[in-house]
């Protein structure tokens, strides 16, 4: 296994430490594709797409490829999958732990497969897996809510919740955004999903009252930017107001602002959407920070730090902490396809929802 130029920085992660990391990764892909959090645990369509794009960021393609079919062999008929696998209590024979439907978890699909075709080039593979993203994000756009946000979640008897998060929707215009890319791509024009991005772009944008408040979350802080909602001035602006509330100097971000407990993901995703609005500096600080705090022995990454008790919590490591390392590495280091789905300079726009 050979680590690619842009996962190593000097100093920081060299090319057995990337090895290392990338190695922990695939060590907890069962052999029919899926990527639980850690060995026996939970899996979540969102989290297991995450470290999918790692794979593909750190070559191991065909790894990737093989996640991509697990979630395209299990897609519901209405183009959904299901909120968790293989966690406690699941039925031996039922792989499905938790029976509710999230949106967000049911659009992500498109940023990971936008992203392979960007890494390998793969047409055969796009094409056979076109129809997988088609269901999933008519399904996602079918639970649009008047004013453009998206319906978080439906209940376990299939119920939607009418009520949005800032989070979840910001990430869904991400998913969008490359779901129409890949129709451009493919010549497969998706009116629907054009006006549904413009409507969900305005919202996560300019009406902050349309969604759940979830302020204390730093994800709530930071996604809108990641989720390319706001690029420029304004996405530096919104770094900037809540900088102190989230950030702990040398440790990382906040999970919840008004608690002591630091953790990966949320800190890379952060470094992500740092560099992508051009702080490079700021995000290969935070990307050390993880790297000091967070790194095991063997190349994984704890999940958080409770910093007033100077303690691991929880004592796990995911499989998607170590995915968003690697893609926030990826991008500080220019990888191609990572560049272009989190910079999302290319992305289409969808219409114009100035007027929702």
Not at 64 to 77: F, G, H, K, S, V
Not at 240 to 260: H, N, T
Not at 267 to 289: M, N
Request: hydrophobic share 40%.
């Amino acid at each position: 296994m050979a680590a690619p130029q842009s996962l190593l920085l000097p100093g920081l992660l060299d090319a057995e430490q990337v090895r290392a990391t990338v190695r922990s990764i695939l060590a907890e892909q069962r052999p029919d594709g899926a990527i639980p959090w850690f060995t026996g645990g939970h899996l979540d369509p969102w989290d297991h797409t995450e470290a999918a794009m790692a794979l593909d960021a750190a070559g191991e393609h065909r790894a990737a490829e093989r996640a991509y079919r697990w979630l395209a062999e299990r897609q519901n008929p209405d183009g959904s999958w299901y909120a968790g696998y293989f966690g406690d209590g699941a039925d031996p024979v039922d792989e499905v732990s938790n029976r509710s439907i999230e949106t967000n978890f049911c659009a992500y699909l498109a940023v990971g497969l936008w992203h392979h075709q960007l890494a390998t080039g793969d047409e055969q593979f796009l094409r056979q897996l076109w129809p997988t993203v088609r269901r999933a994000l008519d399904f996602t756009v079918g639970l649009q809510l008047p004013g453009g946000p998206i319906a978080w979640r439906l209940d376990e008897d299939g119920t939607p919740v009418q009520e949005a998060l800032l989070t979840g929707s910001a990430s869904i215009l991400h998913a969008l955004r490359c779901g129409l890319a890949i129709a451009d791509h493919l010549d497969e024009p998706q009116p629907d999903w054009e006006l549904a991005t413009g409507r969900l772009r305005h919202a996560v944008a300019r009406h902050p009252e349309r969604f759940l408040d979830k302020d204390r979350y730093s994800m709530d802080w930071y996604y809108p930017v990641l989720g390319s909602a706001l690029r420029g001035p304004e996405a530096l602006a919104r770094i900037e107001a809540d900088w102190s509330r989230f950030v702990v100097p040398g440790l990382g971000v906040r999970c919840v602002s008004d608690r002591p407990w630091v953790t990966g993901g949320e800190s890379a995703e952060l470094a992500l959407a740092l560099w992508a609005v051009g702080e490079s500096e700021r995000a290969l600080t935070i990307v050390r920070w993880i790297h000091r705090q967070l790194r095991h022995q063997d190349g994984s990454y704890w999940t958080g730090y409770v910093f007033e008790d100077q303690a691991i919590w929880p004592e796990e490591r995911t499989t998607w902490t170590a995915g968003a390392l690697l893609l926030a590495v990826a991008a500080l280091g220019g990888d191609p396809a990572t560049v272009a789905v989190f910079g999302a300079a290319e992305l289409p726009g969808g219409l114009s929802g100035d007027c929702c």
